[in-house]
């Protein structure tokens, strides 16, 4: 079985600092591991995703993370906040054959001026 | 393409109605998701389907909610008689290929947020 576990339920920054979202995974296989953000009253979309290529991943606006096998991790960051980053943000593991994606509990990203 | 529509976007019912949620996937996307968030429980698939055909309903809560698949443009989830612990945000969300074979990227609608009193 397969599951993530988002270790911050709030993450609060000020603008223009780094961004630090933390997941570590637990799965029995390879794992493909995704980040997908929620804005207020909207639906979720895919930020970024590694699938068993680069350990490092580059997504949207910005943000990047790096799958680290050894820690069974795959944080979120960005080196500088903006406001508009402001949502929830959700980590999300499948495996190979996978149709089921197990998604965490997210955590809030609060951006200050 | 207009993306996933969901309608309503809010519905508010007494406990007892019936409710009926209704979602029209991405043009030519073959998988079609019904997931349920709430604060409690996050983000939870209730039943999914492949080329209108249901796969796995092991996420459905009880025999009150029931998803259908009539075309592949148009889904509904119903819940009858509606009980005040169903109220969420039920998201619907298409995929284009088996998650696994692909971008493993879902489309989400906006969501309908239901309130039952």
């Known amino acids: 079985a397969q599951s993530v576990t988002q270790l911050d339920s709030h993450v609060s920054v000020s603008e223009g600092t780094p961004v630090l979202l933390r997941c570590n995974y637990s799965s029995s296989y390879s794992p493909s591991l995704f980040w997908y953000v929620q804005h207020p009253n909207k639906g979720l979309q895919l930020l970024l995703k590694?699938?068993?290529?680069?350990?490092l991943v580059k997504g949207i606006n910005g943000f990047e993370a790096e799958f680290k096998k050894s820690e069974t991790s795959f944080h979120l960051t960005k080196p500088s906040a903006h406001m508009s980053d402001a949502a929830e943000y959700f980590c999300v593991v499948g495996n190979t054959g996978f149709q089921k994606l197990v998604f965490g509990t997210g955590t809030r990203l609060l951006v200050s001026p | 393409d207009a993306g996933v529509i969901q309608s309503p976007r809010h519905e508010v019912t007494e406990m007892g109605q019936e409710v009926t949620l209704r979602c029209k996937p991405i043009?030519?996307?073959?998988?079609l998701f019904w997931y349920r968030q709430t604060m409690m429980r996050g983000l939870e698939l209730l039943i999914y389907f492949n080329n209108n055909v249901p796969i796995d309903d092991s996420g459905m809560p009880e025999d009150r909610f029931s998803a259908k698949m009539p075309n592949a443009s148009f889904s509904t989830l119903k819940i009858q008689p509606s009980e005040p612990r169903d109220s969420a945000v039920y998201f619907c969300a298409s995929s284009l290929g088996r998650l696994a074979g692909t971008t493993g990227e879902l489309f989400f609608g906006e969501g309908s947020r239901l309130t039952v009193l």
């Open positions: 590694y699938t068993s290529a680069a350990t």
């Open positions: 043009s030519g996307h073959d998988y």
